[in-house]
């Protein structure tokens, strides 16, 4: 099978950006080329675009034409957006991969952009249960902080995963922001400063959520051939799966505190790359509450079911343990514009593995693992492989 | 100038005759009853309801009457950040119906405070904006 590598990755700052929908396309965009000089608009041949609702907070569709014509590409061989709410970015970068691997393209970039803040911030709440089961559960008011409260008050009532061990997860990715310019959060946070925050849905606070940032991430995928002749460090994608069980949390697995869909896909990806979760050197998880990041180093084996909230208690997920969990400072840390997340992780693992992460450098990281989730039901994976 | 209808703005089900097939559901809640589609080739009883089962394919389905008492699995109390429209604070939870049928509703009507994991509920016809109506629950009385 053609192997894949990630050639190119730059982002966005993330936050509530004085930038457009196009605008934030354009410099994430410029932010990848501008990582690889061998590479130009002009030679792109596949183009895949990650955004979950353009309709609504830019009031603009056919987006990927849009973005492509902003960046002067003009692709030939792949071309279209992806939409998987918040795990849209691994899916298009998967995509890409597909398209690869079957020989469609040589080189294909992957752009994931979203704009969240609108002038009335409530908006973007609405906006937010279009990505839930608008019929039968988003027109309660349901939206994702009381969808994953729920996985949290199911997780404590059968393992006693407490508000601290939720607290320290923020803490350690508002910790991990500090050390990165392009997060929207930079300032660090206290545990009385995450447990005193206002009660959002129980038992999240503000400070568990990751929040409604702007921001847009894009990378540049090339066939092992092709991508010889543009870079002497590839990183290759050696595993990838996804696995959804439900839609509607009615459908979900019937114990909350179970994932079992992101098992099945964390599973089937380590045995593609012939590793397991003891050889990841790091992971970008998706912590879009700090629930979700408990969970998944249960479901993804860092650690025994229901051992999620002492794992992080006794620092396995933090330099100097198990594994190093959001260097970046994930969701919590950096904000989360949907489609632009997945992608972001794709910048950060490029970054790391060629060592240009700064104080935040996880050292001698050669495996990572990226995750994104669309819900408690739906989970998205790629391991990556230092190739230098 | 009235501002027309702008149906991106209007986050409750369609419920009329014109709109959707499934509109004997919401006929049904206004008299108080919680149905859903039974396949009739198979038995499937999904939530929510369906046109076409989702395990035979079949489109022979007829509607079925669901228990109208179960028991609160797990629930939150929303307090802040809902979306416009709703005020808080707004209490999900997932419901366990007697015949094993899981759904994700709202309790109204109850005291917050005496709402707990395994608290007995039953059916409630909530009314949204344009005469419409939603199944809630509120703590057994």
Known sequence: MRRVALIAAGLTRFGIRQATYRELIQEAGKAAFDSNKNVSPKDIEGFVLSSVFP????????VACLAAESLGVRPRKLFGRVENMCGSGIVAIRTAYTAIVTGLADLVMVVGAEKMNVPVPTEAALNMITGLDRDWEGSYGLAAPPMFALSAQAHAAKYGTNEEQLSMVSVKNHNHSKNNPYAHFQKGSTMEQVMCSRMISTPLRLFHCSTMSDGAAAAIFASEE??????????????????????????????LSHWPALKEAANDAYAMAGIGPD???????????????????????FCEKGEGGKFIEQGL????????????????????????TGVAHATEIFLQMRGEAGPRQVPGAKIALSHTNSGPGEHHILIFEKGF | MEQPYIYILDPYPQQAPEQTRLYPFFQFLRDGRLTTSR???????????????????????????LPREGKIYVYTVQETGLPPGYDPPVVFAVIDLANGVRLLSVIEDSEISEIKNGADVELIVKKVPQDRVMPAFRLKR
């Open chain 1, 279 to 301: 050889d990841i050197d790091f992971a970008e998880l998706h912590d879009c509450f700090s629930i979700a990041e408990i969970i998944a180093y249960e479901e993804l084996g």
């Open chain 1, 55 to 62: 309709e609504r907070s830019a009031f603009q569709s056919h």
């Open chain 1, 226 to 255: 092709r991508a010889k002749g543009l870079t002497d460090k590839p990183i290759f994608i050696t595993g990838t799966a996804q696995a959804a069980h439900g839609y509607a949390v009615a459908n979900f697995h019937r114990d």
């Open chain 2, 39 to 65: 396949c009739k080739k198979c038995g499937t009883l999904p939530w929510p309801p369906r046109v076409v089962c989702p395990e035979c394919m079949s489109d022979e389905l007829e509607w079925a009457d």
């Open chain 1, 317 to 340: 997920s933090d330099y100097g343990g198990k594994v190093v969990v959001n260097p970046r400072g994930g969701l919590i840390g950096c904000g989360h514009p949907l489609g632009a």
